[in-house]
């Protein structure tokens, strides 16, 4: 059985800057952006607010989303964001 995939979409504090990414354990990398473990982008920008996320039926499914969701334009993503999370607020204590 193929392991499920996440695809999700952080910010900052101010919802200025969004970072797409994938994984197999969301609550596990969300926590990791949160304690700034990841070097790179995130950690650079603080971005670390859980405000989007999908599930995919296997990793395959869920790298193939993430960069669909990487190639659309802020306004698509931001349209993704309100349908699941109208207020931005923190998804991380709901998953």
Do not use: C
């Not at 392991?3 to 910010?11: C, D, E, P, S």
């Not at 900052?12 to 070097?39: D, M």
């Not at 989007?52 to 990487?70: F, G, H, L, P, S």
């Amino acid at each position: 059985m193929n392991k499920q995939g996440y695809i999700y979409i952080i910010t900052n504090q101010n919802n200025s800057v969004l970072y797409t990414g994938v994984t197999s354990n969301l609550k596990q990398r969300i926590y990791q952006h949160k304690q700034g473990e990841i070097p790179g982008f995130s950690q650079k920008y603080k971005v670390n607010k859980l405000v989007y996320y999908e599930v995919a039926d296997d990793m395959y499914n869920a790298i193939t989303r993430e960069k669909q969701i990487k190639k659309g334009s802020r306004t698509f993503k931001i349209k993704l964001i309100v349908s699941m999370d109208p207020e931005w607020s923190n998804l991380y204590n709901k998953i």
